[in-house]
């Protein structure tokens, strides 16, 4: 629910539906503090390495405007509930998935505020509508120190923090739904000078981007100074469609917020395992080492377990935990065959994830599941049939007709020859018909061995072990 | 219903701004039929009650005297009104106050001043010199104080046996000392405030108005305790508590703060204080004189953080969700300030004005911060008084009796509430729970009342003192003329 008051949270809800008699702003009504947004703002303090105040304080941040209710915001400008932490994040050098390289940027603080309403403007008729749905959601705004240099960092930031809240549980982080909400903050200044003026860039509604707002707003900072130009500390909106960012209409000019402590809410105290007086229980109070102690393992361990069980390179850790899901498929699938993990990662990320992307389904709405993937994998490796074979067979099950690959194999005549005597007749056919590339082989060129191997494979109509094949005609030709 | 009949009748009093007619008849009929059952709801069941229209009663308009929420009617009760109907209490109506609670005349509001019931007893009539005209007869009448004079009003007039003030600088005291009742001033985050319409958040409490002592602590008894929709109340659990009769004082500590002789503190009042110190000393309990040299500096710290608390609070009246809003609609900013200008009155904008100007961020350090520290200053000096062994405090409540109307407007509120707020407005500073008890007559005739300042979350031992005191003075009983007969009936216990 709610920051303050109880209403529930939901997105795309009727107008007006989610509105508490305080998120109304009704005279006489007051906040209550919600325990579960104060336990998240921990979580997500501790994941970041923050220290968490103890004592933390709310104010209310005073400007009027339709969507704001009561006139003012309650926000955490003097004592915020979470300073000083860190995040690591990795990038490609190069866009070479192999080279990865670790950054760090600094959390200045998190603090704990309301959201405003939606205020939709129809200027056809000149009026403005409301919806205070949003009014009074708890935000927890997350300040970065300027320690990024270009759009793809920032979006690597971002995206490891979007993980990390996901797996947290405390936001579902989602930009398209207003989850998670991004404003940059860019300037640029030559090396050894102090930082330049700043500009804001809003309006961002996702990661992509994210990365492209801010690498056009070094450009054009860039641009207008060499120029002679100067950077106006103001405030700009990213136009996704033409890609630029555009001065927003600065309609308060230089503002003055009137901050005032927060009459109705006493300083917010956490406690932990040292202060916690002896009569109270945890469930009177939020104990940050009780919530320390639950804290679920986060991207970056995440991924060196998977890195450590599974032998699997660093970057796929990246690429399983990017995508919602892949991980837990990747697993059960590893649960349900006798394929070494390495070589499941391959068909992981190289075959399932290419035919989601291209069907830009999730892997919840993968028609082949773990269990389908797992058998074929398991007739691969029991050289029931070969990689190409196999591929096919993906194919089909991937149209999700309910097949199993024992079927689409019996179907679509892919088995591999499994009987040697057969093969060897073959093999001894395809050299019988061949005497000048025998006799080439034989006389040093070994390339022309995989035309013999294609013309078997053509022979048996690809129901042949290339390896096997080349094994038999090497042995038939050195006899 | 014959307190209903005595409210048409008092209606020039103007001490109601809504009556509840309807309902309130029929939570009496439903009253009747629970006492018939030999059930009631509780000690308060079928009792009339008036409430301060700055609560919110659901149903019923809540206005706050301001053209801002005329016709507004909230879609909840104030958790103390609730706990109230709770009971059984029947709801007569809203009373009269300084718009928005602003003032200590209860003159100031869109439905009129609310004229002190004392203005039409015989002891007044009897010692006001008679003018040659009797239409000025009229005119002679007096304020009740404020802010919740219609409150006070109402219980002085019989209309009503209990009613709810607010007080966030003396506006439940001051009134009851005008109009010679009880007005209990809790201690600070003692009875929830959700549901009363804010003027400064850190100081207002509501406030009990009352007959007698005993009343008040019956209705106390009702109100107290945590709600967890107020995060400012205290989680300890509050039991109610009868008033034993205090028979030995000998044990008591009587405090008199020097600095509560203020400037133009009336030579009667002052002879009225010093006699109840003395009847304190001749009934064996120690008296001493104390100090609290903050004192002077309190009213123009008590203005800083007022009208800052004000400025924030009245930013919701913006006329988009509830409330007036202006017809002028060229812009959002347009319509919120017409709107704003046409639904408050000059006092409320006025320090609406100010609390801005207070917290613009160059002025934030030197007049908010400086006025918190001296508000600490302030709440120390009683936490030392109190910690040196006085047990309670006792001071004039009002500087002068009710003076007339014609006399009151010749001062700004803002002079007036200067004025009027000195004795009484510390506490509020302070957080501490304070009581104004009737004393006697003034020479024209009207009441003068003294108060009992107590610590913090003492109510017990507070209201205790306070109904010896009042036993020892018997306050004598307003004499109305005209329904002397209808008085007589209700006014028994």
């Not at chain 2, 602590?217 to 034993?244: C, M, R, W, Y």
């Not at chain 2, 009208?307 to 609609?329: I, P």
């Not at chain 2, 409540?397 to 200067?418: C, G, H, Q, V, W």
């Amino acid at each position: 629910s709610k920051l303050f008051s109880g209403s529930q949270v939901q997105f795309a809800a009727p107008p007006n539906s989610l509105v508490s008699f305080f998120d109304a702003s009704l005279p006489g009504t007051l906040p209550v503090l919600n325990r579960r947004c104060v336990e998240a703002a921990v979580m997500t303090g501790l994941a970041l390495n923050c220290s968490i105040n103890k004592k933390s304080l709310f104010d209310r941040k005073h400007y009027f405007y339709a969507d704001l209710p009561a006139g003012y915001q309650i926000t955490q400008q003097r004592v915020p509930i979470a300073v000083n932490g860190s995040l690591s994040y990795s990038l490609c050098i190069d866009n070479k998935m192999s080279q990865m390289v670790t950054k760090t940027v600094r959390i200045k603080q998190i603090q704990l505020e309301q959201d405003s309403g939606k205020s939709l403007h129809d200027d056809v008729r000149s009026q403005t509508l409301v919806d205070l749905n949003r009014a009074g959601v708890g935000l927890m705004e997350v300040v970065m120190e300027p320690d990024m240099c270009c759009g793809e960092e920032a979006a690597a930031a971002v995206r490891e923090l979007q993980l990390i809240l996901q797996t947290l549980g405390s936001s579902q982080a989602v930009m398209a739904e207003g989850q998670l909400r991004v404003d940059a903050n860019v300037s640029v200044h030559h090396p050894g000078e102090p930082y330049g003026v700043r500009t804001e860039v809003k309006n961002i509604n996702s990661i992509r981007f994210l990365a492209k707002a801010v690498d056009y707003e070094i450009e054009r900072q860039i641009e207008e100074l060499e120029s002679g130009g100067t950077i106006l500390n103001e405030t700009r909106a990213f136009d996704s469609k033409l890609g630029c960012t555009v001065p927003m209409r600065d309609k308060e000019g230089k503002q003055d917020y009137r901050f005032m402590p927060e009459p109705n809410l006493p300083p917010l105290i956490l406690y932990n395992a040292r202060s916690l007086p002896a009569n109270m229980n945890h469930q009177q109070v939020v104990n940050i080492d009780w919530i320390h102690e639950r804290l679920p393992d986060l991207p970056s361990v995440k991924r060196a377990k998977l890195v450590e069980q599974y032998g699997i390179l660093p970057e796929h850790s990246f690429t399983l935990l990017n995508e919602a899901g892949l991980t837990e498929f990747f697993e059960d699938v590893i649960k349900q065959t006798q394929m070494k993990p390495k070589k499941v990662i391959g068909w992981i990320l190289n075959d399932l994830l290419s035919y989601l992307k291209q069907h830009s389904l999730t892997v919840k709405e993968s028609p082949v599941s773990s269990f389908l993937l797992a058998d074929l994998l398991n007739r691969l490796e029991k050289k029931e049939i070969s990689s190409t074979a196999a591929k096919q067979v993906f194919a089909e099950l991937w149209k999700g007709e309910g097949k199993t690959p024992l079927e689409i194999v019996k179907e679509k005549k892919l088995q591999l020859i499994q009987d040697q005597e057969d093969l060897e007749r073959i093999c001894q056919a395809v050299i019988d018909g061949q005497e000048n590339e025998v006799m080439a082989i034989k006389s040093g060129n070994r390339k022309v061995l995989n035309k013999l191997i294609g013309l078997v494979q053509r022979e048996t109509q690809g129901r042949s072990n290339p390896v096997l094949v080349k094994q038999l005609l090497e042995k038939k030709l050195s006899e | 219903q014959r307190c209903l009949s005595l409210i048409k009748s008092t209606k020039f009093l103007n001490a109601y701004i809504t009556v509840a007619e309807e309902t309130a008849l029929k939570q009496a009929e439903e009253s009747e039929k629970r006492y018939k059952r030999g059930q009631p709801l509780g000690v308060l069941d079928g009792i009339p009650i008036a409430v301060k229209d700055n609560f919110n009663t659901a149903g019923i308009e809540t206005t706050c005297a301001s053209n801002m929420l005329k016709g507004y009617i909230s879609p909840y009760n104030a958790t103390v009104v609730q706990k109230l109907l709770d009971q059984g209490a029947v709801l007569l109506g809203k009373t009269n106050l300084d718009e928005f609670a602003m003032g200590s005349g209860s003159t100031d509001g869109v439905f009129g001043p609310v004229r002190n019931p004392w203005s039409y007893s015989r002891q007044y009539k009897e010692k006001s010199v008679p003018k040659s005209h009797s239409e000025d007869k009229d005119s002679n009448w007096v304020i009740t104080g404020g802010s919740s004079g219609g409150s006070a009003a109402a219980v002085s007039s019989f209309t009503c046996f209990a009613a709810l003030g607010s007080d966030t600088g003396g506006s439940t005291r001051n009134p009851a000392a005008h109009c010679g009742v009880v007005g209990l001033k809790p201690t600070y985050g003692l009875i929830s405030r959700h549901g009363l319409i804010p003027l400064v958040n850190s100081m207002d409490v509501p406030g009990i108005l009352t007959r007698c002592v005993d009343d008040a602590a019956v209705v106390l008894g009702s109100l107290a305790g945590h709600d967890p929709k107020d995060s400012t109340t205290i989680q300890d659990n509050f039991k109610p508590f009868e008033l034993s009769d205090l028979t030995d004082v000998s044990k008591l500590s009587i405090g008199i703060p020097k600095e509560y002789h203020a400037p133009g503190l009336s030579s009667e009042i002052l002879a009225l204080w010093s006699k109840a110190a003395d009847l304190f000393k001749n009934a064996g309990a120690k008296v001493i004189e104390v100090s609290l040299p903050h004192t002077r500096y309190s009213i123009v710290c008590y203005h800083v953080l007022c009208t800052a608390e004000v400025a924030s609070n009245m930013a919701r009246f913006d006329g988009l969700e509830y409330g007036h809003r202006s017809d002028m609609n060229k812009s959002t900013e347009s319509m919120y300030a017409a709107t704003r200008r046409e639904g408050f009155n000059d006092v409320v904008r006025g320090r609406i004005l100010s609390g801005n100007y207070f917290l613009l961020k160059q002025n934030y350090e030197n007049y908010f911060i400086k006025a918190q520290k001296v508000r600490r200053l302030i709440a120390n000096d009683f936490v030392k008084v109190f910690g040196s062994g006085v047990d309670i405090l006792l001071t004039p409540t009002t500087l002068s009796d009710a003076i007339p109307y014609m006399e009151f407007i010749k001062e700004d509120n803002r002079t007036r509430s200067a004025q009027d707020d000195i004795l009484t407005q510390a506490a509020n500073m302070a957080g501490l729970p304070a009581i104004n008890v009737p004393t006697a007559l003034s020479e024209r005739g009207l009441p003068v009342g003294l108060q009992f300042i107590g610590r913090s979350f003492q109510e017990k031992q507070l209201l205790t003192v306070a109904k010896w005191f009042e036993k020892q003075v018997k306050f004598p009983m307003i004499q109305l003329d005209e329904h002397n007969g209808n008085l007589k009936q209700i006014s028994k216990p």
